[in-house]
């Protein structure tokens, strides 16, 4: 009887195993899909946040698209 | 009622139709700017319109309304470009602070303070701005 035992459960853990590499694989499918919807509208009232580092040469190679950009939206710049 | 009295009426009303559609046209259209001249919202250095005082409701949607759209911008430009959503929001606010706070209307900068442009002088700017 011991070895019948044995078997299942080691047959439940590969059952186990298997459930885990499809989540692993289901994550980054999710994160994708997480960022195409993203692109719509934000979630939230955005609040002042510069904690972050800008980095000036991004700044200055961006420049010119932002002025284009506020150019061409007079009612949302 | 006679003829020329009803379209005399419809004159008027046509007219009123136009001016009105006009004026939410412009209302639509220039949205940030007038909230800029009310003194209630200002720009922040964070890329997006915030509110200066306490918001009531209709206010609070208006600035929503907006930055909404900014962010999309932002988002969209961020990706064709390969930067941060950050950095093209922080670019932004450099450019609007230099070109759209008039005086007396009301920035933000970087420490969070919200403060009001002096006559004749031009909005201090962050640091990383070109």
């Known amino acids: 009887m011991t070895p019948a035992i044995l078997t299942r459960l ?6 186990g195993a298997m459930g885990l590499a499809r989540c692993l694989l289901a994550a980054p499918v999710a994160a994708l899909l997480a960022g195409c919807v993203q692109v719509s509208a934000p979630e939230k009232p955005i609040e002042i946040n510069l904690n972050i580092n800008i980095r000036q040469e991004v700044v200055v190679r961006l420049q010119q698209d932002v002025k284009n950009l506020i150019e061409n939206n007079p009612g949302v710049f | 009622m006679n003829r020329r009295t009803k379209l005399i009426l419809a004159a008027v009303i046509g007219v009123a139709a136009v001016v009105g559609g006009a004026g939410v046209a412009y209302a639509m259209q220039d949205a940030s700017g007038q909230l800029r001249a009310s003194g209630q919202a200002g720009e922040q250095a964070d890329g997006y319109l915030g509110i200066v005082g306490s918001p009531s409701a209709d206010l609070r949607a208006q600035v929503d309304a907006v930055n909404i759209k900014r962010r999309a911008y932002y988002t969209d430009l961020a990706a064709k470009r390969g930067a941060k959503i950050e950095e093209v929001a922080a670019t932004t ?20 303070t919200w403060r009001q442009r002096d006559a004749g002088a031009p909005v201090p700017l962050p640091g990383y701005c070109g």
């Open chain 2, 93 to 112: 606010a450099c450019e609007l602070f230099r070109t759209k706070v008039g005086p007396g209307q009301y920035y933000r900068g970087t420490d969070g």
């Open chain 1, 10 to 15: 080691r047959r439940d853990a590969t059952r």
